[in-house]
């Protein structure tokens, strides 16, 4: 691999260079990103149904994505967006520093990251959850769009994930495997008629996870409000953050409908994509879920790097891993926007 110093303009001539001794050509360094200036929002927490400001900030090379409660005395801690901080997998994903402090709900946030490719960042948080906002990723890929996206000079690279490692619980399963990027299978099936079986398939690019994704909102059922309150949870939840279905399981209440004619199973595939970039960077594999949630897929994470054989880290050839053409356009999603 080049170093860092390497620029587009000096390729032509080390590729000719290298073409005359029969070298393979070389690939020029994918870079970390971080955002280019600092950005806020305020809103909702889902389940505290508690008003919060978020503010996104750019961050170091090789520092990693933190949080920070700014709302607890002396500055708040630095939380690890890492899948050993997560302390409870109950309807969100939460992550916790030593003391007990948590960010509840971080899974939508975090895809929106995965999505844009955003290495670096340092969440500040005056609250116990990230805002809900409409329930999906999209108002966090617009909020990064915003601030702006930077290359930074340290090189990128990813967790290759080397041999199969699954996880299963019951009739639920999720499973990693070798691969040269990153994509996301997940399946559910649901008794329920209006969900019913439904299968998503997305493999990570530029653009894929923001067209085909990223406006999936969280859904819930009608009939479990009462008790989902009871416990604590959904507290924030209303029809301008979730898709709910009726008491009777044939339509959904939201007077705009579904965004996506699947929006149930992409929103699973948005929950998969948040939670896996807890690995800490990107994966080099295929993620298969079957009736997976946010505690089984930390669960695998765990699974693969309490075994150090099956993972290695490795330099990103390309943003998005080394996806042979032909494999990539058989991987392609079917158009299935329907608003
Ligand atoms: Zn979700």
Redesign the pocket.
Known sequence: MFDTGTSLETLPTLASEAFERHLPPAVPAVRQRTLKSSISCTGVGLHSGTKITMTLHPAAPDSGIFFRRVDIAGGGALIPAHWASVSDTRL?TCVSDASGVSVHTI??LMAALAGMSIDNAVIDINGPEVPVMD?SAAPFVFLVECAGVVEQAAPRCAIKVLKRVAIEDGDKLAMLTPDHCFSVNVEINFANPLIGRQDCWLTMNGQSFKSEVSRAR?FGFEHEVAALRAAGLAKGGSLDNAVVISSDGRQVVNDEGLRYEDEFVR??V??AV?DLYLAGAPLLAHFYGLRTGHGLNNRLLATLFADRSAWTVVPMESREGRIPAAAAASRRLPAAAIA
């Open positions: 969100n899974e939508h329930g969280t929103h699973k948005l929950d948040g």
